[in-house]
Nanobody, 117 residues
Framework: QEQLVESGGGLVQAGGSLRLSCAAS????????MGWYRQAPGKQREWVAH???????DYADSVKGRFTISKDDAKNMIYLQMNSLKPEDTAVYYC???????????WGQGTQVTVSS
């Protein structure tokens, strides 16, 4: 059964940090490319970061230098370390297989990140 479960969100002050986690089912994780995406209120979901099957990592310009994506192959987990958070990072964060364009139509419940100014 394909499943994505995000966790780790919360309320943080600007300049703070959070670490998000995503537990993916084996069938999803085995696709190789995994990414993080976010959707702010009233906006479309957007790509944040991803790594490819070959391990290449890329970030959206808006988070480059502040966010770090990583994974644990043994646990089928991916992570997003978010530092120097800004109010504009406030969104529901999701993980999915894929790169800039997510592969799967179905999404997990996401995890809410709220950054106060």
């Amino acid at each position: 059964q394909e499943q994505l479960v995000e966790s780790g969100g919360g309320l943080v002050q600007a300049g703070g940090s959070l670490r998000l986690s995503c537990a993916a089912s084996r069938s999803i994780f085995s696709l190789g490319a995994m990414g993080w995406y976010r959707q702010a209120p009233g906006k479309q979901r957007e790509w944040v970061a991803h790594f490819t099957r070959s391990g290449i990592i890329d970030y959206a310009d808006s988070v480059k230098g502040r966010f770090t994506i990583s994974k644990d192959d043994a646990k089928n987990m991916i992570y997003l370390q978010m530092n120097s958070l800004k109010p504009e990072d406030t969104a529901v964060y999701y993980c999915n297989a894929g790169g800039v364009v997510p592969l799967l139509r179905s999404w997990g419940q996401g995890t809410q990140v709220t950054v106060s100014s």
